[in-house]
């Protein structure tokens, strides 16, 4: 946020009903008046931020006729690949937006599938909001293996980001649909929805995610005997933990996942996330801890389950995968486990990067295609 020039009024930016928006709020009353909204993100998704050269005003003027101002941010959607735009306001809602970099112009000869928003009721009959990639190609009428791809956090949000959160585009050429929830928990819809999985981590939010996966196949384009389920932190507890609650899923890749609670807390540098999230007592015997650790159910697990971690993580420790990896293996489970040299909370050296663009389509061409498994 950015105070205008006579500090009367504010100018926030923020994720906002599966969008982001920008608002200018008064200071003295706490009035919000929305300038625009859209499927769109502004660098970084996970803070947001902007430049602007905000023109003071006549302190009579109501707000919704705040002054002119000119907004630069970094912007980007599910087509079109980051670059510098300009969003000008003359006041009375009245904005336009102008771009002024192409530093992606190769982009133009790549096909990608358009994401779109979709809503459907969650647990409770919240209404959710998500976002479906079809395949590339795309044919009506014609139903399509479903990868379901769990944000991290889970106090963050699926975005209309290029290319997707993720590895979606590459699923989604390979003839895949992708489907990323916004469940319980996310923002951009307030601070009650962000908070109400508070003390239930795998279990609203869970059943968020299985409506919303029904949702799809009620669409027409998902094929039921072809779900896969796969993300990245907390996406990847909740891929261990869905695994571990139905064999509906065909295949499954984890990434960073947490897979028992307990050790979790005495192992991570996140010891305090994990006690604010459950509110309550890691030691107690059968207390939530106990009850939402994936491995305690490994005996149900049918799913093959591709394990990813970096050797350096201390917000999520590797051991969350070798026990979950020695789990799978211990109950003749098809799994494997891959451990990235170097590497903290999320990947970021080149080849590792490129081993996961492969490796994670691969494993679900595998199994929800028949393809074969090169990595």
Request: proline residues 5%.
């Amino acid at each position: 946020m950015e105070w205008k020039g006579d500090n009367q009024s504010f100018i926030a930016v923020a994720h906002e009903r599966g969008g982001m928006s920008f608002s200018e709020i008064s200071a003295s009353t706490g009035k919000r008046n929305t300038l625009w909204w859209g499927e769109v993100v502004f660098a970084e998704s996970h803070w947001p931020r902007f430049s602007s050269t905000l023109a003071s005003r006549d302190e009579s003027s109501e707000l919704k006729s705040g002054a002119a101002m000119t907004i630069a941010v970094v912007r980007e959607d599910g087509n079109h690949p980051r670059d510098i735009w300009i969003l000008q306001s003359t006041g009375e809602n009245a904005v336009s937006w102008k771009q002024l970099t192409q530093l992606h112009p190769q982009t133009a000869e790549i096909e990608v599938a358009t994401p779109e928003s979709i809503r459907w009721r969650g647990a409770d009959g919240w209404e959710m909001q998500g976002i479906l990639v079809r395949p590339v190609g795309y044919q009506a009428g014609k139903k399509y293996p479903l990868v379901t791809w769990v944000h991290g956090g889970p106090t963050s949000a699926s975005t209309f980001r290029y290319p997707s959160d993720g590895y979606v585009q590459l699923l989604a050429a390979r003839g895949m649909a992708v489907f990323l929830p916004n469940f319980r928990g996310s923002v951009g819809w307030g601070l009650k929805f962000a908070e109400s999985n508070v003390g239930d981590l795998g279990g609203k939010d869970f059943q968020d995610i299985l409506a919303g996966i029904d949702h799809c196949i009620q669409l027409g384009i998902a094929d039921p005997e072809r779900l896969g389920i796969a993300g990245w932190s907390y996406g990847g507890f909740m891929t261990a933990w869905a695994v571990s609650q139905t064999t509906r899923f065909k295949a499954a890749v984890m990434g960073a996942g947490i897979s028992n609670w307990l050790s979790f807390h005495g192992n991570s540098v996140l010891s305090d996330w994990d006690a604010m999230h459950y509110n309550a007592d890691p030691y107690e015997r059968d207390g939530v801890y106990q009850h939402f650790s994936a491995i305690n159910y490994v005996k149900h697990i049918k799913t093959p389950t591709l394990i990813l971690h970096g050797e350096k993580d201390g917000d999520v420790p590797p051991e969350q995968s070798y026990q979950f990896f020695r789990a799978l293996k211990d109950h003749q489970v098809e799994t494997e486990l891959v451990i990235y040299p170097r590497e903290g909370h999320g990947p970021n050296e080149k080849m590792h990067l490129l081993d996961l663009t492969r490796r994670i389509p691969a494993w679900f061409e595998k199994y929800l295609l028949g393809a074969p498994h090169e990595n």
